[in-house]
């Protein structure tokens, strides 16, 4: 059980919005910064968002983030079927002499 | 264009050792952190460490320490996780990472690891 809280899976359909949260504790999400990575069938995971909410070079800007408190989620606009698969959260902890946590991953389906 | 290349699939029976790799191009090796990351079979990415190619610091996530080991050789800009005994349960894909900004930016292409 991962210590950074996510929905096994959410869905939607083509051109919808959808957000996935992550729910942690002061010493991961509360005082450090949160990182989305995708994970899509057959491929390495790609790093989504760093630092709450900035987008490497490259992302779409259909992709968001936002962080408040112990909470971030993450948002995906204008839903393409290529966006179908795995997002996870991420986290330094303090409590874990700085050591990273993942969420436990939240399935995408897009209908 | 930074690049990380890992070595490929491997099977093992256990109580077999092993050594993979991740190999590094486009960027200084010894300046960023490189990460492990694993992934069994239909579960979700699980940290196990991350090491400081420039001094060879490194940290390992509870679950991992003592089990696996990290290194590197700076000479070729490789990063390494071996195993002295492995076991079925060490079976997944085991991904390498480079940390950039506090985020793993750029990833390998995974080693699939099958133990049985």
């Known amino acids: 059980q991962s210590v950074l809280t996510q929905p096994p899976s959410v869905s939607g359909t083509p051109g919808q919005r959808v957000t996935i949260s992550c729910s942690g504790s002061?010493?991961?999400?509360?005082?450090?910064?949160v990182n989305w990575y995708q994970h899509l069938p057959e491929t390495a995971p790609k790093l989504l968002i760093f630092?709450?909410?900035l987008r490497p070079s490259g992302v779409p800007d259909r992709f968001s983030a936002s962080k408040s408190g112990t909470s971030a989620s993450l948002a995906i606009s204008g839903l393409q079927s290529e966006d179908e698969g795995d997002y996870y959260c991420?986290?330094?902890?303090?409590?874990?002499?700085?050591?990273?946590?993942f969420g436990g991953g939240t399935k995408l389906t897009v209908l | 264009e930074v690049q990380l290349v890992q070595s490929g699939a491997e099977v093992k029976k256990p109580g077999e050792s092993l050594k993979i790799f991740c190999r590094a191009s486009?960027?200084?090796?010894?300046?960023?952190?490189i990460g492990w990351v694993r992934q069994r079979p239909g579960k979700g990415l699980e940290w196990m460490g991350i090491?400081?190619?420039?001094?060879?610091?490194?940290k390992y996530s509870p679950p991992f320490q003592g089990h696996v080991t990290m290194s590197v050789d700076k000479s070729s800009s490789t990063a390494y996780l071996q195993w002295s005994s492995l076991k079925a349960s060490d079976t997944a894909i085991y991904y390498c990472?480079?940390?950039?900004?506090?985020?793993?930016?750029?990833w390998g292409q995974g080693t699939m690891i099958s133990v049985s």
């Open positions: 486009g960027y200084s090796f010894i300046s960023h952190w």
């Open positions: 090491i400081f190619p420039g001094d060879s610091d490194t």
């Open positions: 002061h010493s991961n999400i509360g005082i450090n910064t």
């Open positions: 991420a986290a330094w902890d303090d409590n874990l002499d700085g050591l990273i946590l």
């Open positions: 630092k709450d909410s």
């Open positions: 990472a480079k940390r950039t900004s506090g985020a793993f930016e750029i």
